[in-house]
């Protein structure tokens, strides 16, 4: 019976004195505004992708507070995150563009062949390894869904053509997949960028046309076909300067070999109503024929043609023309 | 048990390693060796606290519980030294040496529950070191735990790479890795006249 009680006493007043030693260390190392750090870790989303560039949503609030680190680096969250954080902070915040992740090659298994059987791992690393791939093309996509493997928000699939396809919805724009890809074919744009060039090949003429038919050769088309002198060529690739182009999509169907891929789920069609003079300005800008009509009478749009680029609409000189369908989307004329 | 200062070192470090010897403290050994970095962190993580809660759990041993005749009390007693420790370990850290802290992560929290660090604690007080022995052998099984987990690491990080049968992928090829490399450190026993 001592005994019992004995040892209930000393485990008793050893936990007493080891919990007061506790407590009283808690006290004496609380750490200042973790109050503040919690709420900002409560709002960021958890999933530690490192975006931001920190190790995780935990360091990433740390930083914030201690650091005054900008409010806008977190991707996943993007705009409404960094509005809260503003209101918790008290800051002021710049908003980024939010991006997309996009494949930036078109060549799956079909339109790239493969230059020799490769039975090795199962991750595009291995393969690139192996002679960078066993696609005919060494700058193109190896297609063994790395990517699909460490999105963490499970975005990316692989398609049956072996190639990634990205869902827009579930992309936050964290960039992981970028930095993960070993052929750096997959590049963050901006959510609003419509059309973009989906090929990474720096060869040019025969040597791209041997080994994948979607493959961009350097023909120089896209580059004197677009109207807003957005494109220029660098080492054999047309380069898009985003603050000139407005997603037109002249260089998508001008394109000989669809290297481009235009996000638009659909585009307008022109329409000429009967205030058409017939003076053949919009016959001049279509880079389609897609207008025809003899002069001085009612031209008429060839709707098979017209890809909606929207050049006749500017030029017309009596505002004639009317761009009609694309979800509703309609530009009136004056 | 030999009382000379270099034999209990090397007896603890190598011959009856914690790891591969003894089969205490597999489940960090197992879980935490994916990388060389998350290996050597743990290490450091267990030498820090195992070094101290050898002394703190030997002086209550010794001025506590033998003296009071409760010595069937230890384990309860051990574990609570232990677990408190860990607790005043990660707020200290957290406070005054935060690079430390985040280095360690996860890790720190985990040695709560490390069997390695309670069974070191009753092996001391089994041998019946004195505090100075108890602070070499201690010393002696972290720096062995750290020696298996950093070299098992590296292992590991080949294993990543190499042609493994599917029905072995994980962790099937890694047990028998680790009995393979247990089966090297048998090699061990009676150097220096030291046994299991």
Redesign the interface.
Known sequence: MI?LI??IL??GS??LI??L??VF??KK?A?TGSEMENKIKAILPGSNCGACGY?GCA?YAEKIINENVSLNKCLPGGKEVSEKLAQITGREVQLTEPQIAVLICRGGKDECRELFIYDG?TDCR?AYIMHGGNKSCVFGCVGLGHCAKVCPFHAITMGSNHLPIINEKKCTGCGICVKECPKNVLRLIPRTKLVYLACVSKDRGKAVKDVCTVGCFACNICIRACPYQALTMVNNLPVMDFTKCTDCGICVHRCPTDSYVDRAKARPYAMISPACTGCGECVKVCQFKAIEGMPNSRHKVLTGKCVGCGECFKVCPVRAITMVGALGYQVKTA | MAHNILLIFIAAFIVNNILLMRYIGLCPFFGVSTNLTTAFGMSAAVLFVMLLSTWITWLIFYFILLPLNLVFLRTAAFILVIASLVQFLEMFLKKNYKTLYSAMGIYLPLITTNCAILGTTFLVINYKYSLFHATIFALGTALGFALVIILFSAIRERLEFAPIPRSFKGYPIVFIAASLVALAFLGFIGFLGLSL
């Open positions: 005994e004995k040892s000393i485990l050893l936990g080891l919990g030693v506790l260390i808690y190392f750490l190790a360091i791992g291995q």
